[in-house]
């Protein structure tokens, strides 16, 4: 949900942090949809302990969500030290009951907010300096091998449901070129380029950057077949360029691609007789396809950490590097067939 359905719910200078996000900073659309939220539970605290502090240690979840935020103010926010908001943090923990990730993803998006505020002269100190975040234990991306992905792309094409095509290529473009979500949904029929010459796609990622990437033959017979099915509609839609579309001839929504993903991985761990379904289904989602072209592509296809990271669009070679640690496969091929004593002396 974007944030700008909510403008007429927010503070003005709320609307003009996340507009100056998204459009001055070009910033992606997922990360200002997310710190509308985490901000909205900011406003909530706040105006809880300036003016209803009573009902800090008692209020429920429920009604905590129920709180209107249209009223706070800046110079409420200015009446926050590092003190209080210490005490949001651990709030956040043990009311809402917010894991140690999803505290530190509120923490980064509250000062960023007091960081806007403070170099636009809005407040006259920054009481988030210096807030550290909790320590986190890095989790490795769940992601299937590839035996299950390649039952998964069966299972889509071979099933029974309506949009059979269209899903099939979601999933073959998931697993064969490593995008995220909202890239994914963002396609446009004109990022495609497939002839004799060129068989390429651009994405539009993270901060508005573009990356070209190239299609394989499997992808590009997905697209083919799925063009030929795709619903005809006038230029005067405005989504006639997109590629997927839903059943209402729109662009397919985030949510409408993580149930059709969720259904067929839970049809993929029902085939599977030595799985726990219910646990194990719970721990994959949409990204981890991602994550599961991305291990592939190191793994099986020995691709090099620097062309992957292009591949990926990561801003930083750390994010690329954890698909090093996914699995000790590289490393026990190297070390078995690694012999000092067969090595040759180098003239």
């Known amino acids: 949900m974007s944030f700008l359905k909510y403008q007429k719910q927010s503070p003005e200078f709320l609307n003009n942090f996340l507009k100056y996000k998204r459009f001055i900073e070009t910033g992606a659309e997922t990360t200002a949809n997310e710190m ?29 969500r129920k709180i209107e935020i249209i009223d706070v103010t800046i110079e409420d926010l200015g009446q926050m030290t590092r003190a209080s908001l210490s005490d949001y943090i651990c709030f956040l923990a043990n009311t809402l009951e917010n894991d140690s990730e999803t505290r530190n993803r509120k923490l980064a998006s509250t000062k960023r907010l007091y960081e806007y505020l403070e170099v636009n002269n809005l407040i006259s100190n920054n009481p988030t300096l210096n807030m550290e975040s909790a320590n986190t234990r890095k989790r490795l991306p769940k992601y299937l091998n590839l035996d299950k992905s390649k039952q998964l792309l069966s299972n889509t094409i071979n099933s029974d449901a309506k949009f059979k095509i269209r899903n099939y290529t979601i999933t073959c473009i998931f697993l064969n070129c490593a995008l995220r979500l909202s890239e994914l949904v963002g396609i446009n029929i004109s990022n495609i380029k497939i002839d004799d010459s060129e068989q390429t796609l651009k994405i539009l990622g993270k901060g508005n950057k573009e990356r070209i990437l190239y299609l394989d033959a499997a992808v590009c017979e ?20 997109a590629l997927f579309l839903s059943a209402r001839y729109k662009r397919i929504s985030q949510r409408a691609v993580q149930t059709i993903i969720k259904n067929e991985l839970i049809e993929l761990f029902e085939q599977d007789e030595n799985e726990n379904n219910e646990e194990e289904i719970k721990k994959y989602h949409t990204h981890s396809l991602r994550h599961t072209s991305a291990t592939l592509l190191y793994e099986e296809n020995d691709v090099n950490i620097f062309v992957l990271k292009k591949i990926l669009g990561h801003k930083s070679l750390d994010a690329t590097q954890l698909y090093t640690h996914v699995s000790d496969k590289k490393l026990k091929d190297i070390m078995l067939n690694f012999n000092i004593l067969e090595r040759k002396e180098q003239n």
Do not use: C, H, Q, S
């Open 36 to 64: 509308y939220f985490d901000l909205r539970t900011l406003f909530r605290y706040v105006k809880l302990f300036l003016y209803d502090k009573d009902k800090l240690n008692t209020i429920t979840k429920e009604d905590f």
């Open 222 to 241: 997905a697209i083919k077949a799925y063009l030929e099915v795709r619903p005809k509609i006038g230029k005067d839609n405005p989504d006639y360029d």
